[in-house]
């Protein structure tokens, strides 16, 4: 990721840890969460802003990577270590991440294209790259 991208997302998650899980800009009325995965070749903590559609107790993101060639780096810390931190406006927990298969995923993958249509667009710039929908459930409660 370049400087000027992870400068930017810093920015987001200051402005969402400040204002209570609120950010503005081009995220005006975008549900986000901030993502906390270990690094897969660092085994740092690494935070991620990722919009998230809400599923019973469940989180749902999409590794659409803006429909990049490539799956996004949380979607890789995620397969080599799949507990990670979720921060959801002012509520923090953990949780375990899957991948969502089959007729569920098609479900989810719905569902985010009638809150979020845009993400068709990621889809076709991704080409033969499907979009990951991975499900993120608490571990703490």
Avoid: C
Wanted: glycine share 10%; net charge neutral.
């Amino acid at each position: 990721m370049s400087a000027e991208r992870l400068q930017m997302n810093q920015a987001v998650i200051d402005e969402f840890r400040s204002a209570g899980g609120v950010v503005g800009g081009d995220y005006t009325g975008t549900p986000l969460l901030l993502l906390t995965t270990t690094g897969a070749r660092s085994g740092e903590p690494r935070t991620m802003p990722v919009m998230y559609l809400a599923d019973g107790e469940r989180l749902v993101v999409f590794a659409a990577n803006g429909g990049r060639p490539h799956h996004p780096g949380w979607y890789h810390n995620l397969l080599a270590a799949p507990t990670a931190h979720v921060e959801v406006g002012t509520d923090a927990y953990a949780v375990t991440a899957s991948e969502a298969e089959g007729a569920e995923r098609e479900r989810l993958w719905s569902r985010q294209l009638t809150t979020a249509p845009y993400f068709a667009g990621f889809q076709d710039r991704a080409g033969k790259r499907r979009i990951p929908v991975v499900v993120l459930t608490r571990t703490d409660a």
